[in-house]
């Protein structure tokens, strides 16, 4: 069997997460997981999530088999966090997931089961797992453009890719905080996006990594739940490893959204199915941490507003700093742009120089962790930048 062995690149952001592990200078900066830290560097366990796990500690009276929907209050109080008040919230077929990744390849899953001639359309650039996840489910793939050279949401070209599209593909969007250039539609744009999906009869899944990280959690969805209101049919795959911190308990849902009332018992099934014949059902400690700050969410709510803020005063002092050294316009966009990520308008070969000279560790396409950097490190990286741009 291991003669049968296929040459694996692997992931190449957690290759370089190695080789920034082994770097030996003082001074290295890594910008590339997308996690939160904090001014000391570290990635905290948020406080409120602490007083959940310190109040389920007290409750805990078995660890007996869950459902394989995973926990009920949880999925239920996901689909609300994610859809509001929306009328919409009726047509929700939720299932507990192992984070955000786990929602989209069981969504991916369940299209390769249900249309296995459908092709996903996923932004370029884009989340570097989106490919993987649907290709390993057997679907194929396509890609839409997404930014312009003025670090702009590039919706022609955007739509002019999707005239490819055919009826019955899927069309994967993020929500918000795009990863990796931080350029979200406006909400006369994500009605564009939704025509389009009506027009083509394409069907919208939304990927919900970030609420409540570039926004307000109601603002942050305000185009998820406009596309959703519109369409018959969508998909939405969310995660609380940012919003609520839960990297690696592994916490999301997996969405069906169908006006058709009368198939909601057969998808949740399918759905079950699915998961049975994958990891049988998901972990229980983040949906239930997660599942608790919801049913009161105000302090949890404000907590995450105070990540937010750090996270926009980081990008606010880094786009002064550029504009302050004379960087060129289009590095000035960083200030606009929403969440953890940027794209920094820099070659592969000169984001190696950005590592190999300066001990800066963003990913080769120019991603940047902005909610990674320290206000301390600013100075540092925008020197590094004008010296790289200027040779
Ligand atoms: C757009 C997007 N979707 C999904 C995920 C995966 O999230 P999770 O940790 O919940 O699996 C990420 C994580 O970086 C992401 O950026």
């Known amino acids: 069997m291991l ?12 290759a370089l997460l190695g080789r920034f592990r082994t770097d030996q200078r003082k001074h290295k900066i890594d910008l590339l997981v997308g996690v939160y830290r904090d001014k000391h560097g570290n990635t905290p366990v948020m406080k409120t999530v602490q007083d959940a796990e310190i109040h389920l500690a007290h409750q805990a009276h078995s660890k007996a088999y869950g ?3 995973g926990n009920a209050n949880f999925n239920q109080q996901m689909a609300k966090f994610v859809l509001g008040d929306s009328p919409s919230l009726k047509d929700q077929c939720t299932i507990q ?3 955000a990744s786990g929602a989209l390849r069981l969504i991916a899953d369940l299209i390769a089961t249900l249309s296995p001639d459908s092709t996903v ?6 989340y570097i797992n989106h490919r993987p996840l649907m290709e390993g489910a057997g679907l194929a793939v396509n890609t839409y453009p997404w930014q312009n050279k003025n670090g702009q949401l590039d919706i022609d070209a955007c739509f002019a890719a999707l005239e490819k599209a055919k009826e019955g593909d899927v069309l994967l969007l993020h929500a918000c905080c795009h990863n ?14 939704s025509d389009k999906c009506k027009q083509k009869n394409i069907v919208p899944f939304i990927d919900m990594a970030y ?9 942050d969805a305000a185009g998820l739940r406009l596309i959703i209101e519109d369409s018959d049919f969508a998909f939405i795959a969310a995660s609380c490893s940012k919003n609520m911190g839960l990297y690696n308990e592994r916490t999301g849902i997996a969405t069906v959204m169908t006006t058709n009332h009368e198939r909601h018992a057969d998808i949740q099934t399918l759905l079950e199915t699915i998961t049975r014949a994958n990891y049988s059902m998901p972990p229980n400690h983040g949906a239930a941490v997660a599942s608790y700050l919801l049913d009161s969410p105000d302090a949890w709510l404000d907590e995450l507003a105070s990540y937010r803020s750090r996270v926009d005063t980081i990008r606010q002092a880094l786009g002064a700093a550029l504009k302050d050294r004379g960087a ?15 794209l920094l308008p820099l070659t592969k070969n000169q984001m190696l120089i950005l590592q190999d000279e300066f001990a800066i560790y963003g990913m080769p396409n120019g991603r940047i962790n902005i909610a990674g950097l320290k206000m301390t490190e600013i100075p540092q990286l925008a020197d590094a930048i004008i010296s790289i741009v200027s040779r």
């Open 121 to 126: 359309w996923i932004s370029d650039p884009g």
């Open 67 to 69: 459902m394989l929907s």
């Open 211 to 219: 609420q409540g990280f570039g926004d307000d959690p109601d603002t």
């Open 180 to 193: 990796p250039t931080g350029i979200d539609p406006s909400l006369e744009q994500w009605q564009l996006f």
């Open 3 to 14: 003669n049968n062995m296929p040459i694996i690149n692997g992931d190449p952001l957690w």
């Open 328 to 342: 060129p316009a289009e590095f000035l966009d960083i200030s606009h742009q929403k969440g953890m990520f940027s």
């Open 97 to 99: 997931t192992v984070g």
